[in-house]
């Protein structure tokens, strides 16, 4: 039988071009999501600094210190943790930590445990950008589906664009609308093109990650997916659980320095510790270095062993080492991190202005789909709006968890079909008001819960950020609503 199309039912049709439509805006909002928590994950350990400026902040510690407070840890635990980490001050976060599989603690100098780890914004945003609160592996599938989306994205875009190099510098964004809308997009997407490439490709490699072992393990290592990244990342070592003495943090630590003076001890790690069978590794920082690091295994005695091979093994080794700091601009200090957060801006930017393209193009072809405009302004100035709520809501209402994803969907969801639903409720204007207003709360409230703690140059440093994105969205709001008043009388007058 032969089908023709030219003879399908205009309600079929009509039907079907409304779901292409919808899958089109839904891939676009949950890519302009991740965009725009990617840019607040980069400063992911600030924020979480910043939600406990009252724990005590170090350059170093003493193996002394790492030891007291690992061992204070395991006392106050009923039964032996399977997993077991122990985090030393960094530049970054220069905070001495201690933490299992569900909970963390802080130590002061002298590794006497001072606080427990509550910083459920920063663990929020990790959840949205990793897993979009999905569970684990259909999660990260579909972030790293996404960024297979947005390199497709970059690449068709360049090559779409035969007057690269001669419009570089050609931004009219006092032109109409569709004009300049593109020039916004196209020159941010080249000048930062290499950055939005990179950022594509190591969220799909880290994103599908789980995918690759969960289809290649039953081939390739007799169906087990979690020994499958051993040959790149080191296999954990099995032996008796009977009870022994925690593995000489003091003495391994000691040993490293001596060993590896141009490196720097990070995170120990303990697979079964204080058992017969533990295994130890140091996981060290590298200076100069792309890699997130490497591990250096230790035993009981804290006599220590060879690298993994993520600084000086294979080429693949080094490569899939790179990915995160690439990722999420954690190699090269607060300097990358402002660069990284100022270009994931140009991302959420471009994937904006991209689907606002398309919508004026639609609205001057006479094929308008305001429901779908209104729906999108809900998400990119929607979108800012839930990240404050939550934020806010960790400060002074509830700091479980499972609440505030629920509450960063409902605001976003709400705010869509609202928009949707009832035209004129929910506009640009509004939503950044709202924002600016929000973000002043949230730092007023953290202001006076945190008033005699004195805090850390990132907890300022974050408030301060607050501050200035509400002055902006503030401006942009109050700029806007005048904007409307005088087209109103523009348009009464003529």
Known sequence: MNLKWSKLPSGLVARMLGGHLSLGLAASVLLYILCLTGTAMVFHEEFGRWEQPQVPE????????????????LAGLEGTPHHFWVGLPTATNPRLWVATSERTWFADADGRIVAEADHEFAHFLEKVHYYLTLPMLPGLTLVGILGVLMAGL?????????????????????????LAQADLHNRLSVWAFPFHLVIALTGAAIGLSLLVAAVFAPVVNEGDTETFFDPIFGAEAEGADTPAPLADIEAALTNFANTHPDTRAWVISFHDPATAGQSVEILAYHPRRLIFGDYVGFDAEGNLGGWTGLSDGDLGQQVVAALYPLHFGSFGGLPVKILYGLLGLAACVVVASGVNIWLVKRRQAARPVPAFERAWTATVWGSPLALAAVAFADLAISQQLAWLIALFWTVQLGLIVVAMTVPGLVDRNRLQLATALLLVLVVVRHTFEFAGDGGNPAAWGISALLLVLAAILGRMALRGRRQSGLQRVADSTT
Do not use: Q
């Not at 875009?157 to 032109?175: E, I, M, N, T, V």
């Open 58 to 73: 170090m350059e170093s510690v003493s193996p002394t210190a790492a030891a007291v407070a690992a061992k204070s840890v």
């Open 154 to 178: 970059c690449l068709s875009g360049l090559l779409a664009h035969p007057r690269l190099f001669r419009d570089a510098f050609r931004l009219r964004l006092k032109s109409g609308p569709r």
